[in-house]
Nanobody, 124 residues
Framework: QVQLVESGGGLVQAGDSLRLSCAASGRTFSNYVMGWFRQAPGKEREFVCAINWSGGVTYCADSVKGRFTISKDNAKNTVYLQMNSLKPEDTAVYYC?????????????????WGQGTQVTVSS
């Protein structure tokens, strides 16, 4: 497993942008698939975006496609989630996750390392 620490959350207005960061340590970061999930109050944790080990393949949920971008800097052991055109419905705790995998899982239970989460609140 790797240790993950998210940062970059905050309170913004609708239409604003935020960039979340997730710093990893403990294992060879470049081997891992990295994912972002989010969980709003009273709702299940849902998939946002994920990126493969090399950073060459990404996948995002339809609800954020075209607005969110995931990227990975293996030299810095960091994965980013650039969030543009934020909407109130994007309000949630955002979690970074990691797994050793040849595919890109979109289900939370397949990830075995998790960060503590960072709050994103979008006001209307």
């Amino acid at each position: 497993q790797v240790q993950l620490v998210e940062s970059g959350g905050g309170l913004v207005q609708a239409g604003d942008s935020l960039r979340l960061s997730c710093a990893a340590s403990g294992r060879t970061f470049s081997n891992y698939v990295m994912g972002w999930f989010r969980q709003a109050p009273g709702k299940e944790r849902e998939f946002v975006c994920a990126i493969n080990w090399s950073g060459g393949v990404t996948y995002c949920a339809d609800s954020v496609k075209g607005r969110f971008t995931i990227s990975k800097d293996n030299a810095k052991n960091t994965v980013y989630l650039q969030m543009n055109s934020l909407k109130p419905e994007d309000t949630a705790v955002y979690y970074c996750a990691a797994v050793l995998s040849l595919s890109i899982p979109t289900t939370a239970r397949y990830y075995d390392s998790w960060g503590q989460g960072t709050q994103v609140t979008v006001s209307s």
